[in-house]
């Protein structure tokens, strides 16, 4: 899994960083440039690595220069269309996978550049994943994934869940697992995010009010009543700092065995709730 290869911190532009950067344009591994600390890079690869440099200064995220992320072992293309997938988002997946069976029914809710929904359907190949986005944008990043990742078993489709139409395609349909990585951090979260993810994330992925953060949660909790399966389950990725709130909501909507995990960092940020 990528947990070494994310770099959300600011970005410090370390040994590491830039042998992830050399990496990239030698085609070598990030071991074997241990064992060539005298490289010489061609007139070519020394544009390119000063041009990256550059930009990683100006705040760019190195998902974005290096044009890929990875996620669940695998790569997913990235860029300004959709978020850059996060490791916490992989222990999720993680979890979606222990409980489920190969030939379920599945909804990701907001699949930005559909790592989640792409992750679980090369995981599950019987299942048949639905995806949803309200970003033109994203969704075509997402179909670039899959077409790379040569995964068939998804359909990716726009909607606004916050405007669920009955008579849209996802609510003809009842799912054993409904997943969401919903928008989640409130305005008044701003000033303390880096500027890599605040210049260069979407922000319609990121930002919910301050008055009703929680309004994704109420949305995909009420679909949910009427479109999980009677075995079905709920997963969400949650706000660390609104775990009990988002608890709480899910219980006051008649949710049971809400159970509230942490990630590997020991951050509260995963829910997983049946009917
Ligand atoms: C936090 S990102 C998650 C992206 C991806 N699932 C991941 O985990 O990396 C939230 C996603 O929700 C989408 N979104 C925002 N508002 C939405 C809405 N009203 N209906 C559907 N999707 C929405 C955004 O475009 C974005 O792709």
């Known amino acids: 899994m990528g947990y070494a290869f994310f770099i ?8 590491y960083i830039k042998r992830l950067l ?8 990030t071991v074997q ?8 890079l061609t007139e070519e690869q020394q544009t390119w690595f000063d041009e990256a440099i550059v930009r990683l200064q100006n705040n760019e995220p190195i998902q974005h220069i290096l ?47 559909g790592c989640i929904a792409l992750s ?16 033109i944008d994203a969704l075509s990043l997402a179909h670039e994934n899959a ?22 395609c996802v609510a003809r349909e009842k799912y054993a697992v ?17 500027a890599n993810v605040l210049e260069y994330d979407p922000h319609i992925a990121l930002f919910v009010s301050n008055e009703d953060p929680l309004i994704f949660y109420r949305a995909i909790g009420e679909f949910g009543l009427s479109h999980l399966e009677k075995d079905g389950a709920l ?25 509230l995990r942490e990630d590997i960092n020991g951050n509260a940020r995963m829910i997983k709730a049946t009917l």
Request: charged share 25%.
């Open 8 to 15: 959300d911190m600011g970005q410090e532009i370390t040994p």
């Open 22 to 29: 050399m990496s990239h344009i030698t085609g070598l591994s």
């Open 33 to 40: 440039l241990l064992a060539e600390p005298n490289l010489q």
């Open 67 to 113: 044009g890929y992320s990875e996620f669940y072992g695998r790569k997913f293309k990235c860029d300004r269309r959709a978020l850059v997938p996060r490791p916490e988002t992989e222990e999720l997946v993680d979890w979606i996978i222990s409980m489920h069976n190969a030939q379920c029914t599945i909804l990701d809710i907001g699949t930005g550049t």
């Open 120 to 135: 679980l359907a090369k995981e599950l190949p019987l299942a048949k994943v639905t995806a949803l986005d309200i970003s």
């Open 147 to 168: 077409e790379m990742l040569e995964v068939g078993n998804v359909d990716f489709t726009e909607g606004d869940i916050l405007n669920m139409d009955n008579e849209h």
């Open 178 to 194: 409904i997943v969401s990585n919903p928008p989640y951090v409130r305005e008044c979260e701003k000033a303390k995010m880096e």
């Open 235 to 259: 997963y969400f990725e949650i706000n660390q700092y609104l775990s009990q709130e988002t608890c709480d909501l899910l219980i006051a909507m008649g949710y049971k065995n809400v159970e």
